[in-house]
């Protein structure tokens, strides 16, 4: 690296949060009189994670739902984009999920009995908890589920709508999500100063513990590169290979607009040359390639959903959580909501796990630890999603053309 972009490095987000993770590590390691500041730090940081955390989520899905009026002008295509998108993202969450099991970065005790008729009261007792009964004590109970519950009516409900009523609530749902993201691109600004307090916080739990947290933290990456891995190179090459495409000479010649996206980490970015080499590769027509992808590029998110999966669950068991069979069910599902209301969100996925660890009062200590990892994992998310997105337009264009 040549010394002028070293110091633009330095200069960048990135930079900050490199240096605040270092200078946590010293922090923490030299100057202990500064734990208590730490956690003052960082109980403000998560306190503004809350405020914004559960807004987010909810616009984020309405905004997006609501405002897909192509499912309405072209119901076939929009359809079947739909039936692709939602089903990788279901296999990505869930290939995330049985790799974290396999694996198991926390070495949790595992919950799974749910047989016994106690347990089953118990959930009954917590899915009706689940279903709201109240707007405004749902929000205030931070039931993260009962919100995404009522995003996903209203925004549905919303499509069927006359086309004035639907535009009007689309662009009042549009216009909020707008406002929540100029607040969480402050709050980015502020995420360095938090990485400084929560590096601080797990040193401190380093020193006070005996854990095997830097163990812990390489299988977590291990976990969501491996998850990425399948998803990648067996769930989509099997979905084309069933359509009668050859996957990995596609593959091979997607490899241009994937490298676009792998170091530019935007699907938005590396959306033009996507569109041209999906056209080039599947033969996918010009109408299917301008609706589909610009689409996709917005829901189609397998690999957010694999990293909301994942991180939640390790940072959640990490701090004494434990998961039952049909809570990590449940979190597939929830996953791929949060994954398809993704997008436009700094710091994409990254920042929604946080906003649902905030929610269920989850410390965000290793959350932050995560955070200088988070720019190399991104370039493989990324590239996996746009990978994604060539697949579901070409499996599409199969379709149209059999129809």
């Given at each position: 690296m040549q010394k002028g972009s070293f110091f633009s490095y330095l200069l960048s987000l990135n930079g900050f949060i490199f240096i605040a993770a270092t200078l946590g590590v010293l922090t923490g390691l030299y100057i202990p009189q500064l734990f208590s500041s730490a956690h003052v730090v960082s109980d403000i940081v998560i306190s503004l994670l809350k405020l914004i955390s559960l807004p987010l989520i909810f616009f984020s899905v309405t905004a997006t739902i609501s405002g897909m009026s192509s499912i309405d002008e072209m119901r076939n295509i929009g359809r079947k984009v739909i039936k692709y998108t939602l089903s990788t993202t279901l296999i990505a969450a869930t290939v995330a999920l049985i790799v974290f099991l396999i694996v198991d970065p926390t070495a949790s005790d595992f919950v799974c009995n749910i047989t016994d008729v106690d347990d089953f009261g118990g959930y009954f007792d917590f899915m009706c908890k689940l279903v709201p009964s109240n707007v405004v004590t749902t929000f205030a109970e931070n039931n993260v589920i009962g919100i995404m519950l009522?995003?996903?009516g209203l925004s549905f409900a919303t499509l069927t709508l006359p086309e004035k009523n639907k535009n009007m609530l689309n662009l009042f749902f549009s216009s909020f999500f707008a406002a929540l993201l100029k607040i969480t691109q402050a709050l980015v600004y502020m995420i360095p100063i938090g990485v400084w307090a929560f590096t601080v916080i797990f040193i401190e739990?380093?020193?006070?513990q005996k854990t095997d947290s830097l163990k812990q933290l390489a299988l977590y990456v291990v976990c969501i590169m491996l998850a990425n891995f399948v998803q990648g190179f067996v769930v989509l090459p099997l979905f084309l290979k069933w359509k009668g495409y050859k996957p990995f000479h596609s593959l091979k010649k997607m490899s241009p607009a994937?490298?676009?996206?792998?170091?530019?980490?935007?699907s938005n970015v590396a959306l033009p040359m996507t569109m041209e080499y999906t056209q080039r590769t599947f033969g996918v027509s010009e109408k299917i390639?301008?609706?589909?992808l610009p689409l996709c590029s917005t829901i189609n998110m397998n690999a957010c959903a694999a990293f909301i999966i994942t991180t939640v669950l390790f940072v959640a068991q990490s701090n004494g959580?434990?998961?039952?069979?049909f809570d990590m069910i449940l979190w597939i599902f929830i996953a791929?909501?949060?994954?398809?209301?993704n997008a436009g969100v700094p710091m994409g996925c990254y920042f929604?796990?946080?906003?649902?660890?905030?929610?269920m009062n989850v410390p965000l200590a290793l959350l932050g630890v995560i955070l200088p990892l988070y720019a190399l994992i991104d370039m493989f998310e990324t590239a996996i999603n746009v990978w994604s997105d060539a697949c579901v337009a070409a499996m599409v264009q199969k379709e149209v053309k059999h129809d």
């Open positions: 009522i995003a996903l739990n380093l020193q006070t994937l490298s676009v996206a792998f170091f530019s980490r935007s390639a301008n609706i589909t959580m434990v998961f039952s069979l791929t909501i949060a994954a398809i209301g929604l796990s946080g906003a649902l660890l905030a929610a």
